[in-house]
């Protein structure tokens, strides 16, 4: 994570009660990318898509999400957004480039069964981690939010469903990112 970790503005800690009124602080790394400011996404990322802001990462157009998924598979990570928000039932969006709702990939059966494991504890699909990335045994679940944004209380019963399904803490990550001109 050390790539993504050098584009960190700031380092901190949110808090998180869990059910047992233990307290634990989610590792928080505040981030700021550089805004895209060249043509509009292509007409084929359709909808809700097409409103998401864009950052600009080696030149390129990206979301953010898929700006720090790149930034981790520069140190051996793989993974995917979840796109929870497009998502219907039993259909998962799993996005590793830009959408164009053709194109969504499927998790390797060792991340389909941590996934699946924490889908067990907490079924809902809204709010899971914006992304989630693995690397050999290791898993990372990162949040993604704009600075001095709130986690909400689904994303709160998320991280209680990850700590239940055996994620250590240090496997979490809000990443807060910095709006720039």
């Known amino acids: 994570m050390e790539s993504l970790k050098q584009q960190a503005l700031s380092f901190g800690e949110y ?37 998401k802001t864009l950052v600009k990462f080696h030149e390129r157009p990206l979301f953010g999400e898929l700006a720090v998924l790149r930034w981790l598979k520069k140190d051996g990570w793989d993974g995917v957004w979840v796109d929870t928000f497009h998502s219907s039932g039993q259909k998962k969006l799993f996005w590793k480039g830009l959408p164009d709702r053709t194109s969504p990939c499927v998790l390797p059966d060792k991340a389909e069964a941590m996934y699946n494991k924490i889908m067990a504890v907490h079924p809902k699909d809204g709010g899971f ?53």
């Open 129 to 181: 981690f914006d992304i989630f990335a693995w690397k050999g045994r290791k898993f990372l679940f990162v949040e993604y939010k704009s600075k001095g944004d709130k986690l909400n209380q689904n994303q709160y019963l998320w991280i209680r469903s990850a700590l239940k399904s055996g994620v250590p803490a240090n496997s979490l990550l809000l990443v807060e990112f910095v709006k720039r001109a």
């Open 15 to 51: 808090p998180v009660r869990l059910p047992n009124g233990r307290r634990i602080g989610i590792p928080t790394w505040t981030i700021r990318f550089p805004k895209w400011s060249g043509t509009k996404l292509p007409r084929s990322i359709a909808g809700t898509y097409r409103n």
